[in-house]
Nanobody, 115 residues
Framework: QVQLVESGGGLVQPGGSLRLSCAAS????????MGWYRQAPGKQRELVAI???????NYKNSVKGRFTISRTNAKNTMYLQMNNLQPEDTAVYYC?????????WGQGTQVTVSS
């Protein structure tokens, strides 16, 4: 079992920045990947960024160069640094972890980009 708790969402103006955090607890040593998904109203949930146990990362094309995913050395906290936010980034952002072929999700945190 893995528990995930997100924090750091909020309201920001276009061009602004936010940092999301995801604290993982439980059976974290066997996590093979962690990432961030987002879901905008009326749209499907989509992968934003993912980091694997090896440290390699992948990003959604539209966030490359603006978002950075990272994690602590203890691998129990993951971050998503979001710069130059745009209105189309508005969504609920969910923390994700894959552990022994089981997917775990956080409760979600709202990110709203608006002037």
């Amino acid at each position: 079992q893995v528990q995930l708790v997100e924090s750091g969402g909020g309201l920001v103006q276009p061009g602004g920045s936010l940092r999301l955090s995801c604290a993982a607890s439980g059976s974290i040593l066997s996590i093979s990947a962690m990432g961030w998904y987002r879901q905008a109203p009326g749209k499907q949930r989509e992968l934003v960024a993912i980091i694997f146990r090896s440290g390699s990362t992948n990003y959604k094309n539209s966030v490359k160069g603006r978002f950075t995913i990272s994690r602590t050395n203890a691998k129990n906290t993951m971050y998503l640094q979001m710069n130059n936010l745009q209105p189309e980034d508005t969504a609920v952002y969910y923390c994700y972890a894959r552990n022994l072929n089981i997917d775990y999700w956080g409760q979600g945190t709202q990110v709203t980009v608006s002037s």
